[in-house]
C-alpha cells in the first residue's frame, strides 16, 4: 500500500501524485485523462480512453456440444463483446450449438459465418441492461411457472406441466445477463457507475437472482415428476396446494422485503418471512403422512415433489436473508458519523 499527501495547488485545486510503477502498469503517462468514479468514502480513479469492447477467439477443435455451450456461456458472463468460433472445419453439431447460443444469449447474434468461422457479436446496448428490471423478469418468470406447474398438477392438465421447461430457459437467459452485469461491475468503474448502484447492492441483486434461478429449476423437476405421475391422488390435493401456496407466498414476501427502501419495514418483512418459512415443515409433515396410504410408485414421485417444493420454500428464506443484511447498518454507517 502507498500513501500520499493531498496538496492544494493555485488555492482551490486539490492534488495528489500518482505511484509510477502502478501507473505504467495501468497504461498511464502523461496527458493521459482520468475519469473519476465516487463510491461511498471511495474514489476510483481509471483511464477514460479504455474501449469498451473486448474480443477473444475460441478454438473449438475436438470440442463437444455440451463442452462447446459450457465455453460460450463463460465467455458472455465474463464480458466479451464478440467471440470468434474457429477450426479448421467447424462441424455441424458445433454450428447447431453456436447458432443455438446466438439465441440463448441476450444480445448476442451470429454476424459472420464460414466454413471454419463463426463470429458472435454483442448488439445489445449495456444502458438498456440494469439489475432491477433483470431481477424482477426473473421473479415473474419463476412464480408463474411455479403456480402453473402447480395448478397442471391439480387439475390434470398435462399441457401446463409439458411448457414449463422452455420457460425455465427464460430465466436461464436473464440468469446469465445478471452474471454478465456483476462481472462486469466488479470489473469496471465505468459499468459500475452506468448501473446507479453501489456494488454491495449489486451483489445482493445477484445474490436474489440465483436464488430464483433454483426455483425455477426446482420447478422444472416437478413438471417432470408430474408428467411421470399421472393423476394426482385426490387426498394430497389439499396439503399439496397449501404446500405451494406457502412456498410461493415466501418468495414473494422475501423480495418484496429486498426491494423496500425503508431498513425498519425490511427488517420486519424479511424476519417474519424468515418465521412463516420454517412453519412450512408443518404441511410437508401433513403430505409425507398421506404418502404412507397411496401407491408406492406414485408416493416416491410426490415426495420428490414435495421436496423441490420445500427447497423452493428455503430458496425464498435465503432471498429474505439476503434482505436483512441489506437493510442492516454498514461501519460506513457508523464510521461517517
Not at 41 to 60: K, M
Not at 100 to 112: C, H, I, N, R
Request: glycine share 6%; aromatic share 6%; charged share 30%.
Amino acid at each position: 500500500m502507498e500513501v500520499r499527501k493531498v496538496q492544494i495547488t493555485g488555492g482551490s485545486t486539490y492534488t495528489v501524485s500518482l505511484p509510477k510503477e502502478w501507473a505504467t502498469e495501468s497504461g498511464i503517462e502523461a496527458g493521459t485523462r482520468l475519469a473519476f468514479y465516487p463510491e461511498g468514502d471511495t474514489l476510483i480513479a481509471a483511464p477514460s480512453d479504455v474501449p469498451n469492447e473486448a474480443s477473444t477467439r475460441l478454438s473449438v477443435e475436438d470440442v463437444y456440444a455440451q463442452e462447446l455451450e459450457s465455453r460460450l456461456i463463460t465467455l458472455y458472463i465474463n464480458g466479451f463483446s464478440e467471440i470468434v468460433v474457429e477450426a479448421n472445419r467447424i462441424a455441424t453439431g458445433q454450428r447447431r450449438v453456436v447458432r443455438g447460443m446466438a439465441t440463448d444469449l441476450v444480445g448476442f447474434e451470429v454476424s459472420a459465418e464460414t466454413e471454419d468461422r463463426i463470429v458472435l457479436r454483442d448488439f445489445l446496448d449495456s444502458s438498456e441492461l440494469s439489475f432491477h428490471s433483470t431481477v424482477m423478469q426473473m421473479r415473474l418468470l419463476a412464480l408463474s411457472m411455479l403456480e402453473d406447474v402447480t395448478a397442471g398438477l391439480l387439475d390434470g392438465e398435462s399441457e401446463q406441466i409439458d411448457e414449463i421447461a422452455s420457460r425455465d430457459d427464460d430465466v436461464d437467459r436473464l440468469w446469465y445477463v445478471t452474471s454478465r452485469l456483476f462481472r462486469s461491475v466488479l470489473r469496471d468503474p465505468r459499468a459500475a457507475a452506468g448501473v446507479d448502484l453501489d456494488r454491495e447492492t449489486c451483489f445482493d441483486y445477484r445474490t436474489c437472482a440465483r436464488q430464483i434461478e433454483r426455483i425455477a429449476d426446482h420447478t422444472v423437476k416437478i413438471a417432470g415428476h408430474g408428467s411421470d405421475l399421472g393423476d394426482l391422488p385426490q387426498e394430497v390435493h389439499e396439503p399439496l396446494s397449501a404446500l405451494e401456496s406457502e412456498s410461493r407466498a415466501v418468495i414473494e414476501n422475501a423480495m418484496d422485503a429486498f426491494l423496500v427502501e425503508d431498513r425498519d419495514r425490511a427488517t420486519e418483512l424479511a424476519t417474519a418471512t424468515l418465521t412463516r418459512a420454517s412453519e412450512m415443515d408443518s404441511h410437508t409433515r401433513t403430505i409425507d403422512e398421506q404418502l404412507r396410504t397411496i401407491d408406492p410408485a406414485d408416493a416416491q414421485l410426490l415426495g420428490l415433489i414435495v421436496d423441490s417444493l420445500s427447497r423452493i420454500g428455503d430458496y425464498g428464506a435465503n432471498i429474505a436473508e439476503t434482505a436483512l443484511q441489506k437493510a442492516a447498518p454498514s461501519p460506513e454507517t457508523y464510521s461517517s458519523r
